[in-house]
């Protein structure tokens, strides 16, 4: 389909340049990401044996601890510190969702920022919002990549965001005001979202909620981007009714194979600009 924005061959191009960064080490130290699972989460299974085929492919090192879902917050920071502490590991993610006895606020803080592979800790946050960050969330990075790929304009254009979450809307919203785009970001609490995203240039949706985005919600002129990972019927799609709407837009990214790679390869290349700052 010509409108679409294919996020796997992007994602590719992005892995394949880590992977000749990474050949070209030769005898130094690899860089090494250490994955943490709390329980047996089916989508986070799914989410972490991606992350692990990708990071076999470019040549990182990869350590994946599964640990009990009853283990305790005070047990869990404490391995977070010890890795905090483990000079060989540059970058460390604990998969979300968490059990409910755990506060990811508290789990993020405490990864470091100079290990803060996802880009969740307070301090990466509080730099990219000041525009002086080298680490970026990695999902939010990945749209920004995406729009500059396909040459969409972000300066002076009209994006609208549906959803705030601390991981995609909230930092999202940062990095394109950096870049010079005008933003409106919706919540649950937003009155006629229809009418606010049909207006603008680009409409980023991350709410986690199928069929969200109808064509009341786009314009002719439109680039969507589709971050929603939901499971309809054991069926794996987006926020968008993409039938509905992929003819009406003028670009458009798939679920899956849109955002979900690029997450990947910007949580990778995050790993490698740590482990660049940690050698
Ligand atoms: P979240 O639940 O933390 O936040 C969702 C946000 O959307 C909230 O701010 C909520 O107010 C808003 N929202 C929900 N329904 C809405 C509606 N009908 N109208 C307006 N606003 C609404 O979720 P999150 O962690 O930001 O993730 C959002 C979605 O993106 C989920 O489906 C998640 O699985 C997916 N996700 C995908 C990737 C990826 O790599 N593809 C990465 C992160 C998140």
Not at 26 to 46: C, E, F, M, T, Y
Not at 70 to 79: A, F, P, S, V
Not at 222 to 245: L, P, Q, R, S, W
Request: charged content about 20%; overall charge positive.
């Amino acid at each position: 389909m010509q409108n679409l924005i294919d996020g796997k061959e992007y994602s590719n191009i992005l892995l394949n340049k880590l992977k000749e960064k990474i050949k070209e080490l030769k005898d130094k130290r690899l860089p090494k990401i250490v994955i943490i699972q709390v329980g047996n989460n089916l989508a986070s299974n799914k989410y972490i044996k991606h992350k692990i085929k990708s990071v076999e492919k470019i040549g990182m090192l990869c350590d994946f601890k599964k640990l009990d879902e009853n283990i305790t917050q005070k047990d869990l920071l404490e391995i977070i510190e010890n890795l905090n502490n483990d000079h060989i590991v540059d970058g460390i993610i604990v998969q979300l969702p968490l059990p409910n006895h755990i506060d990811s606020t508290v789990v993020n803080s405490v990864i470091s920022y100079k290990k803060d592979a996802d880009g969740f800790n307070p301090i990466t946050l509080g730099n990219v919002m000041l525009g002086t960050s080298k680490i970026f969330p990695a999902t939010p990075n990945g749209i920004i990549k995406l729009l500059e790929w396909k040459n969409v304009e972000i300066k002076g254009s009209n994006v609208v965001i549906i959803g705030r979450s601390n991981i995609v809307g909230k930092p999202l919203a940062n990095m394109l005001i950096n870049k010079s785009a005008t933003v409106t970001v919706c919540n649950t609490q937003t009155k006629n979202t229809a009418n606010i995203a049909k207006k603008a240039d680009i409409l980023i949706s991350a709410a986690g909620c199928a069929n969200l985005v109808t064509s009341e919600f786009v314009n002719k002129n439109m680039t969507i981007i589709d971050v929603g990972a939901n499971f309809v019927d054991g069926k794996y799609c987006g926020d968008v009714n993409f039938n509905e709407v992929q003819d009406n837009v003028k670009l458009i990214t798939p679920v899956p194979g849109g955002v979900g790679p690029m997450t990947i390869a910007c949580l990778l290349e995050n790993v490698y600009e740590l482990y660049l700052q940690n050698i």
